[in-house]
């Protein structure tokens, strides 16, 4: 699966995106590692803390479908600039990706980036730090 396909597959998940709040809508497509494309998006909440991003929506699904070895994920967000996930997201990735998980990030302009998660996370708090 290319970039660009994953790209796509993000853009159209905008469509499903719930955003009636910031209005700024947000899809993701996850590469997993058995080949299969798990899709996520914003769902907002008037209690506006318990909104979900779009990146976490994708993850939480995977993992409750019994995903693993994921290669890379791509965010497409409405709005001209060139989104990067939030905080919460780039922890809550952290926990089931490799430093080298590739996170490609795409704004309505047109414009694309992609960043390592080490890059986007690095010093991330692991598993280990617990023990
Ligand atoms: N949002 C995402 O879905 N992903 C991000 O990486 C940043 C923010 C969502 C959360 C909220 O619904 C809206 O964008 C505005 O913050």
């Known amino acids: 699966m290319t970039d ?18 910031s209005n700024f809508r947000v899809g993701a497509a996850l590469l997993c590692g058995d ?33 693993s070895g994921f290669i890379k994920l791509a965010i497409s967000a ?7 996930p939030c905080g919460i997201c780039r922890q809550f990735m952290s926990e089931f990706a490799y430093d080298n998980f590739k ?3 795409k704004g309505d302009g047109g ?12 010093h991330s708090f692991k598993a280990e730090g617990l023990k």
């Not at 409405?78 to 990067?84: D, R, V």
């Open 111 to 122: 414009g694309c980036k992609a960043y390592t998660l080490s890059s986007l996370m690095p």
């Open 4 to 21: 660009n396909e994953l790209i796509k597959i993000a853009d159209s998940m905008r469509e499903k995106s719930y955003a009636p709040y």
């Open 35 to 67: 080949g299969s494309v798990i899709t996520g998006c914003n769902v907002e909440n008037i209690s506006f803390g318990a909104t979900i991003c779009a990146e976490r929506t994708a993850f939480v699904k995977a993992i409750s479908e019994g995903k």
């Open 103 to 105: 996170v490609i990030c």
């Open 78 to 84: 409405s709005g001209g600039e060139i989104p990067t």
